[in-house]
């Protein structure tokens, strides 16, 4: 089946703009993480959904940023009045139960550049 | 706080092996996981190993020590497509997945 997408692949924005990036997890999978990536670096947790609803939002850098996920499947990260420091790959990724052993599949990620 | 340390590079000959260590403190474990990311790709699954000892798996091997917070992923017989970062990842006592920073392994023919 098809693994996960994420949209826009590419997104530069101006600084002080608002953003919001989709990822659609694989279907079925209950458990869908936000992580983001700056260049050489290792990955940030952000927060993760388990169906709807957030239990861990302690990863959000700031309250401009905000995230939802509605129907158990399709979750949005919106970043208001962004800045330069956001600057990143945004990686989202899904997995049949949060936690071990389920593996996390993650989709091609969305590079937001703030200008 | 909560800390995985694995080193920043690596370099290796193709044909050859590599040991990529891991060492963690984390609040509680539930499993440790191994990563593969191409560089400008996203991470793939390789190994998760939440009792001690080795997993074989081809050319990839992951060993676990809990009680010396200490992983290793071992790669035989390298290729240069194994060029890549090797991200350590475990599982805490909130199910929570905290990440290594990575390890940039550089193959060389």
């Known amino acids: 089946g098809a693994g996960v997408s994420q949209s826009p692949s590419n997104k530069v924005t101006e600084k002080g703009k608002d953003v919001e990036l989709r990822c659609d997890p694989i279907?079925?999978?209950?458990?869908l993480y936000w992580y983001r990536q700056s260049l050489g670096q290792g990955l940030e947790f952000l927060i993760y959904?388990?169906?709807?609803?957030?239990?861990?939002k302690s990863g959000l850098p700031s309250d401009r940023f905000s995230a939802e996920r509605t129907g158990g499947s399709v979750s949005t990260l919106t970043i208001q009045r962004t800045q330069q420091e956001d600057s990143a790959v945004y990686l989202c990724a899904s997995s049949l139960e949060p936690g071990g052993p389920y593996e996390q599949y993650f989709g091609p990620g969305t590079r937001l550049t703030v200008t | 706080g909560q800390n995985i340390d694995q080193p920043t590079e690596m370099t290796a000959t193709e044909g050859a092996i590599v040991q990529i260590n891991c060492t963690y403190q984390t609040s509680g474990f539930n499993g440790l996981f191994w990563y593969q990311q191409h560089a400008g790709e996203a991470p793939t699954f390789l190994s998760y190993?939440?009792l001690d000892g080795l997993e074989e798996k081809g050319r990839f091997s992951s060993f676990l020590s809990r009680s010396k917070g200490y992983s290793y992923l071992l790669l035989k017989e390298l290729q240069m497509k194994d060029s890549a970062s090797y991200l350590c990842a475990v599982l805490d006592s909130n199910y929570q997945l905290i990440w290594g920073a990575g390890t940039k392994l550089i193959i060389k023919p």
């Open positions: 190993n939440v």
């Open positions: 959904f388990q169906g709807n609803s957030a239990p861990d």
């Open positions: 279907s079925g999978h209950t458990a």
